[in-house]
């Protein structure tokens, strides 16, 4: 009992168990929601390749740092993309 009363006390302060890894990391702002003249725009390929991997995968939202709302607007355009040809589903 005394034991477990020790542990979650050293896990509140961060002083024992601190990694500065996870200092470091920066919360993520979604580049639709800072821009406000940023337009995501389905004919435009080159904006939407910053949102897919070099397999031509769309990328998770860990990796775009999007909001749950954009993220899935640059889902749909990727997809339109593709279905015009603009973007390709696959690579190599
Ligand atoms: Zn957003």
Redesign the pocket.
Known sequence: MADKKQRKNNKNNYDEDYNPKFRKQRKKV?V??SDKNFVLDYKNPEQLRKFINEKGKILPRRSTG??S??QRDITTAVKRARHIAILPYTQN
């Open positions: 979604c639709l929601c999007a909001c709302k954009h």
